[in-house]
């Protein structure tokens, strides 16, 4: 989500994990404005690297796509759009076949616990989680941010969080610009949750050696075809109707005319 934490926990990961003093290497910052619009990724080990991203606002379709053509690792590191091509998106689905993933992404949410869980939100996450899960095949890990100063909306946001299906939710107090003394409660919760991470690789990767690739490109592939036409049905519709109301609305003014 946009502005909710996502470049401060990974400034406070990198912290962590290199035992060094606070530097805001992923450049968090407070703006009414998106900051980061670049995906990037930050080492942790050598072969452990962070993403941040840019973050989404609306949960729109657009976004929906972008995110979840991201997951399925048809993008490389560049700028984010959320708009393409019919043709674009068929190269890419394409290149799945002739690509064989060789990284894992664990997937993660993060979501500020100051910013109210609305059941319109609410309503609003739960594809979105339940797609991430769909197209990597680990169930998104969540991460509460700005913990410190709203323990009940913490509270709260773990419980529905929880009940959508998470089963792991962490409760974080990010370090920041302006506060990043070394804190127990930070690191031992940032240290768990980089561990679940990990083992959720570990898993993914002793499903993987079970499974056949090509149909599961297959699935991949047929999925993203299907999502297409169906939106380019639904642009149809949305076009046809307001010719609809277009001939309706001068009907209406010719008979007010002949009436005159
Ligand atoms: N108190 C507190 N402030 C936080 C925490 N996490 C982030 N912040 C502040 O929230 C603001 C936004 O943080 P960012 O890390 O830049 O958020 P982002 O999700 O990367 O934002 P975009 O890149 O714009 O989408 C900054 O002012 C941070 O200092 C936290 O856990 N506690
Ligand atoms: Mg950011």
Not at 48 to 69: F, H, L, T, Y
Not at 108 to 120: A, I, Q, R
Not at 135 to 141: D, H, Q, R, V
Request: charged share 30%; proline share 3%; aromatic share 6%.
């Amino acid at each position: 989500m946009l502005g909710h934490g996502k470049s401060s926990i990974i400034n406070t990961c990198v912290q962590i994990v290199h035992q060094a003093d606070f530097k805001n290497v992923a450049g968090s910052g407070k703006s009414n404005y998106p900051i980061t619009m670049d995906r990037t990724d930050y080492d942790l080990t050598s072969h452990v690297v962070i993403n941040d991203n840019r973050g989404v606002n609306k949960m729109s379709p657009e976004e929906q796509e972008e995110v979840a053509a991201q997951m399925g690792q048809m993008r490389g590191q560049s700028t984010v759009e959320w708009d393409r091509s019919v043709r674009g998106k068929l190269n890419l689905i394409y290149q799945q076949f002739n690509y064989r993933p060789i990284e894992i992404t664990v997937p993660v949410f993060v979501y500020s616990v100051e910013s109210l869980l609305t059941d319109e939100r609410y309503e609003e996450i739960e594809p979105f989680i339940r797609e991430a899960h769909k197209i990597t095949g680990i169930y998104p890990i969540i991460v509460l941010t700005k913990v410190g100063t709203h323990r009940d909306m913490a509270d709260e946001c773990y419980d529905k969080f929880k009940a959508l299906g998470a089963n792991h939710v962490f409760q974080v107090e990010n370090y920041t610009v302006e506060q990043h003394e070394h804190h127990p409660k930070t690191q031992a919760e940032v240290l768990k949750f980089l561990d679940t991470c990990l083992k959720e690789v570990d898993e993914s990767i002793a499903r993987r050696a079970t499974e056949d690739p090509q149909k599961k490109y297959m699935d991949l592939a047929m999925d993203a075809v299907h999502n297409i036409i169906q939106k380019e049905n639904e642009k149809k519709e949305i076009k046809i109707q307001i010719i609809k109301e277009k001939c309706e609305k001068s009907k209406e003014e010719i008979r007010r005319q002949k009436n005159v």
